[in-house]
């Protein structure tokens, strides 16, 4: 029986002069950065609550809190990593990711196939599973007037049997 679970996740970051953004680890042009204890890749931290969601917990507050010195200005990348060993080790996989990242800038068009392709090699997924999206909050709210960004993303994982084994499968191929 395969069984398919599905989680949300969401994030905001205040924006402050600074020397670029992280977004999916990728390093934006601009002048603007996230404040943040960590990178501040407010794509990231939405993912890895989607992905934590799905797997039924903890938040991402709760694995890597920010009142913790081990995790002042760590990468977003670094804690997929972690989140993708997670995953790994409850014998779950990846079927696809969606993220809207919503902000006045940088503009997401042209870098979106860049962060989704870095999002895949993180991960270790194909990058057609992997998509990213940009939307304008037509000048409404903080968001809306530069001040900060957010992003929304959803996850679909897929918990393989535990009774075929990696060696197995590559036996038959
Ligand atoms: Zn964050």
Redesign the pocket.
């Known amino acids: 029986m395969i069984k398919i679970r599905s989680g949300v996740g969401y994030?905001?970051?205040r924006l402050v002069p600074g020397a670029g953004l992280m977004l999916g680890g990728v390093r934006t042009s601009g002048n603007l950065q996230?404040e943040?204890h960590?990178d501040?890749?407010?794509l990231?931290?939405?993912l890895i609550d989607a992905l934590l969601g799905a797997m039924g917990g903890p938040d991402?507050g709760e694995l890597f809190p920010d009142s913790d010195p081990a995790y002042k200005g760590i990468a977003?990348a670094e804690l997929l990593r972690r989140v993708k060993a997670m995953l790994a080790a409850r014998n779950f996989e990846i079927m696809n990711l969606d993220c809207v990242v919503v902000a006045e800038a940088p503009k997401i068009a042209p870098i979106k196939a860049e962060i989704a392709e870095k999002l895949a090699a993180i991960l270790g997924i194909p990058r057609e599973d992997v998509n990213v999206k940009g939307k304008s909050k037509e000048k409404l709210d903080a968001v809306g007037r530069g001040e900060a960004i957010e992003c929304f993303s959803i996850a679909m994982i897929r918990y393989k049997n535990p009774s075929v084994s990696a060696s197995d499968i590559e036996s038959k191929t």
Do not use: F, M, Y
């Open positions: 994030d905001i970051h996230a943040a960590s501040g890749d407010v990231i931290h939405s991402i977003g």
